[in-house]
């Protein structure tokens, strides 16, 4: 199983519930790296450029597949690959991604940067679990 998720300089989710910010190109980034993605109603509105990428789902991280998260902070997911977008900002969060990658084993397999749409820099990392395949 495959998480995609966006965070801020400090480990940030969310505030409130709700995105912390939003970029055209890294969802573009995303489709390219994965294909479809599933996701909740709420962030399809992020992928409508993208439809057939879309595939709205109820649950999050219950099967495998690739998906993109907003709000969960994926400490209880049992995860294969994660890929970390970092805004390389500082935003308000009451939500934090609270595990580190290479505490569940992870090796960092690529590190990216590229300019955003509305941010100038985002960073992207992908950490793998050793035995899992792409």
Not at 17 to 41: E, F, I, N, T, Y
Not at 122 to 131: C, D, N, S
Request: glycine letters at 6%; proline letters at 4%.
């Amino acid at each position: 199983m495959t998480a995609l998720i966006c965070v801020d300089e400090q480990n940030g989710i969310s505030f409130g519930g709700r995105r912390q910010s939003r970029d055209r190109l890294l969802c573009a980034d995303a489709v390219r790296l994965c294909g479809r993605l599933k996701m909740l109603p709420k962030t399809a509105r992020l992928f409508e450029e993208w439809p057939d990428a879309a595939e709205i789902c109820d649950a999050l991280l219950r099967e495998e597949g690739a998906y993109f998260v907003e709000t969960d902070d994926l400490a209880q997911a049992d995860l294969d690959e994660l890929v970390i977008y970092r805004w390389n900002r500082r935003y308000p969060a009451d939500r934090r991604l609270r595990f580190l990658p290479q505490e569940r084993g992870m090796v960092l397999i690529e590190r990216t940067e590229f300019a955003g749409y509305s941010h100038e820099r985002i960073t992207r990392e992908i950490w793998r679990k050793p035995h899992a395949e792409r």
